[in-house]
């Protein structure tokens, strides 16, 4: 029997034994768990008592004893995988700070607020005051105090039928944005809520949603003021000069694309990959149906701005065109690699040369390859494409179907650092008189029969 001095008995792990002769056998062996970790149960125990001392409603909490012949909690380890602990104790670990009822109506408030001046939320009197929580039973109702009209608040929004606590939406909200670049997963909504993984799940479809409306506005905004720039005072950009000092102070775009979960020659049972021609990494092979497995995402960044990600199928002039079109006007310096030799009508358009071979008999490749004499690179692009293959790690896997919707989560939040008005508006409830309605009201019905991925490809 495996032992250790001042421990609790806790039976059901599976170890090795080794036996003479170089044998050995799989078997269930009795083990004993140091005190230190019993110790450390009982501390939590009264820590959490003492965080418990604010709630409204006590939740039942297990009492340690001070019985030294006392039994330990219960943990159980699975037969086939040792590390898979199940336990009531880890429960314990995870307390949302949302069932205490003071900060819970603080974000509920703070939700409400949010959704009124995003999408516009009023009556029609001349002097509208919408007051919340006026509505027993109806926490997403606000009612006028002069005319005394009922408001829904979450409907037309992506929150219309939501049944979570409305503290759940811009907590998880704040969250997102603090831990960017870092994504939060469904599974780590989950675990910081206590919620079902489904509910979670479409917790994060309804915040990807609004997520990516709001990114169409910023996307919007951002053209506006490119064309201001440019468009007033439209100059050229010369040819073999250094382009550095012209382009010091000014907005410079840069484009990419870049690759997330390309299928491999296993998935394809090693077949050749080619599909139309075009890039293959993605698609399964045409004998195996030619499925689309990977993310390719077309990558437009603005130096020390904003980054815009759009999914795309394959690398075709009509894909990249259309999403830089929409993106960047057409005068705005642009910076890309070689791949982009297609665009013709964008005269401060400049390409780099990933290819290019060294003078020096000594080398191969050109240190040039990266940053040109002109000043000319796609760094830019490449540094977004880097944070994005980072952040998606914590993914696993997307489904290009639905490869949209975290794209223009994962820009939103990244944009937000460049738009202070928006981000106190996240924050506290009270922006500026200028983002009030910066979602508006004519935009479509947002309901959950409305989050799919047509709905993101629509945006």
């Given amino acids: 029997m495996l032992t250790f001095p001042s421990t609790s008995a806790i039976h059901g792990f599976v170890a090795i034994i080794s036996l003479p002769m170089g044998r050995s056998i799989l078997a269930r062996v009795p083990v004993q768990v140091p005190q230190v970790l019993y110790s450390r149960y009982v501390w939590l125990c009264e820590k959490e008592d003492s965080l418990r001392a604010g709630f409204s409603s006590p939740i039942p909490t297990p009492k340690a004893s001070t019985n030294p012949s006392a039994k330990p909690p219960n943990i159980s380890i699975g037969d086939d995988n040792p590390a898979r602990i199940q336990t009531n104790f880890y429960k314990h670990l995870h307390i949302s700070p949302l069932k205490n009822p003071t900060i819970e109506r603080h974000y509920a408030n703070l939700t409400l607020s949010i959704l009124s001046q995003l999408y516009g939320k009023n009556c029609d009197c001349e002097k509208p005051n919408l007051v919340f929580h006026k509505l027993k039973k109806r926490p997403t109702s606000a009612r006028c105090s002069n005319c005394h009209k009922q408001v829904s608040i979450t409907s037309k929004t992506p929150f219309a039928g939501c049944k979570l606590p409305l503290g759940y939406i811009s907590y998880i909200l704040h969250d997102a944005i603090l831990q960017y670049p870092k994504v939060v997963t469904s599974a780590e909504i989950a675990k910081k809520l206590n919620l079902p993984y489904k509910s979670a799940y479409y917790l994060k479809r309804r915040l990807q949603a609004l997520t990516s409306m709001m990114n169409e506005k ?60 075009g890039s293959s990494s993605i698609y399964l092979s045409n004998k195996l149906g030619g499925e689309q497995k990977g993310v390719m995402v077309h990558t437009i960044g603005i130096k020390g701005r904003h980054s815009f990600y759009k999914s795309i199928p394959l690398t075709r002039q009509e894909y990249l065109t259309s999403d830089l079109d929409k993106t960047i006007p057409r005068n705005t310096p642009l910076f890309t690699d070689e791949g982009y030799k297609f665009i013709w009508d964008r005269k401060n358009h400049k390409m780099v040369n990933h290819s290019k071979k060294s003078k020096n008999p000594r080398y191969n490749l050109s240190r040039e390859r990266w940053v040109s004499k002109e000043g000319v690179t796609s760094n830019i692009a490449e540094g977004r494409n880097n944070l994005l293959k980072g952040s998606f790690r914590s993914y696993g896997y997307i489904s290009p179907k639905w490869s949209q919707a975290y794209l223009s989560e994962i820009s939103f939040y990244g944009n937000l650092r460049f738009e202070e008005g928006l981000a106190r508006l996240l924050f506290t409830g009270f922006g500026e008189s200028g983002d009030a309605s910066i979602v508006g009201k004519s935009d479509a019905l947002c309901g959950r029969r409305d989050l799919n991925s047509s709905a993101f490809l629509r945006i």
């Fill in 218 to 277: 910023i996307r919007t905004k951002v053209y506006n003021e490119l064309r201001k720039e440019y468009d007033d005072a439209p100059f050229t950009l010369p040819n073999n000069e250094d382009l550095r000092p012209i382009l010091k102070g000014k907005s410079v775009a840069s484009a990419d694309v870049v690759v997330l979960y390309s299928s491999s020659l296993k998935a394809n049972k090693y077949r050749s990959r080619r599909f139309r021609t």
